[in-house]
């Protein structure tokens, strides 16, 4: 495999139209494994040498890409070939499975390939990533994380679960406030590719990122995105204060 990477840059109707093409289809061979493959002319490709993430409107090409593997090392030329292109998901694939790499557009999704790019497989932490993050409790709350009251808490290379109290855990305890909160509902870590996460392992419903479900799923989400838990808001931050 060589150290090239096709990239696509494209603009969903939402993140549920996203999910969508992207989601994996196992139960019949004869069926392109996604839409997203079949937009391709493929049935299948390896979705492990495949990134992609809704990054939402207002981020610059070589902003989005700090949320890609390798994507240090190919933002520059990236945001010189994408000029004009209007996004708010990207797509990567650091395989060969893709012969003939194309856009495509539908109703939903509009996906512009920008190109086949070079990339250099130990760029894999961006040094512009902090150590650390900040979650804001919204809706004039308060809570109590370890033993103090506040709306503001700082997380660091540790990590943090929200939750119900839990000892084995850095844990925020929700339960209070939100009831039927599974005990691990929430975690934010950072990955070994040196990113933020923020994972749903409570698959029950409660959990929401923007307007949108967030039931099991993963995320790399950026300063100044809302995600919530029933009726409890925070928001992601690089900031103490809001």
């Known amino acids: 495999m060589s150290n090239q990477v096709d990239l696509w840059l494209g603009f969903a109707k939402n993140k549920t139209a996203l ?3 992207l989601k994996e289809q196992y139960k019949d061979d004869a069926k392109p494994i996604s839409a997203f493959a079949a937009s391709q002319g493929e049935q299948f490709y390896d979705h492990d040498f495949v990134d992609s993430a809704f990054v939402g409107e207002g981020l610059t090409v070589d902003e989005a890409l700090k949320y890609a593997s390798y994507g240090s090392s190919f933002a520059a030329e990236a945001k010189e070939k994408a000029v004009g292109i209007r996004f708010n998901f990207f797509i990567a694939a650091y395989s060969d499975d893709f012969a003939e790499p194309k856009s495509y557009k539908s109703e939903a999704i509009e996906l512009t390939y ?3 790019l070079d990339y250099d497989p130990t760029a894999i ?3 512009e990533f902090k150590d650390f993050i900040y979650i804001h409790l919204l809706n004039e709350k308060k809570l109590m994380f370890e033993s103090e009251l506040t709306d503001c808490i700082k997380v660091d290379l540790r990590g943090l679960m929200i939750g119900r109290e839990n000892p084995y855990a850095r844990m925020l305890d929700i339960s209070g406030v939100v009831p039927n909160v599974a005990d691990n509902q929430l975690r934010i870590c950072m990955t070994n590719e040196g990113y933020w996460e923020l994972r749903d392992f409570g698959n029950n419903g409660l959990s929401r990122l923007g307007a949108d479900t967030f039931d099991d799923e993963k ?9 919530s838990v029933g009726e409890l808001e925070l928001m992601w931050s690089d ?4």
Do not use: L, S
């Not at 995320?219 to 995600?227: E, H, L, N, T």
């Not at 900031?239 to 809001?242: G, I």
């Open 239 to 242: 900031t103490a204060k809001e």
């Open 219 to 227: 995320a790399a989400p950026w300063p100044g995105v809302k995600f």
């Open 19 to 21: 999910r969508g093409f």
């Open 114 to 116: 920008v190109g086949r």
């Open 125 to 127: 932490y961006d040094p």
